[in-house]
């Protein structure tokens, strides 16, 4: 892992288990915007079509869950 990257997610204080931060509240594509560094390493997702919160290691493809990308 590139040592910006290790940075940035140590900055979060938040877990980091399984390449994912382990984050509660599900974040939306825009807020990680914020850190894009770490864009597709937050577990907890919205998705972009239809706002429902999902967990990427269980379904779904980058923002998308996994109803939306049938």
């Known amino acids: 892992m590139e040592e910006s990257v290790r940075q940035v997610i140590d900055g979060l204080s938040l877990p980091f288990f399984n390449d994912l931060i382990q984050n509660q ?4 594509y825009s807020d990680s915007l914020q850190k894009p560094l770490v864009i597709l390493r ?4 919205v998705c972009q079509t239809c ?12 923002y998308r869950c ?3 990308l049938i």
């Not at 706002?51 to 980058?62: A, L, N, T, V």
């Open 42 to 45: 937050w577990r907890h997702r």
């Open 51 to 62: 706002s429902d919160s999902f967990d990427i290691s269980r379904e779904g493809r980058f």
């Open 25 to 28: 509240d599900a974040i939306s």
């Open 66 to 68: 996994g109803r939306c």
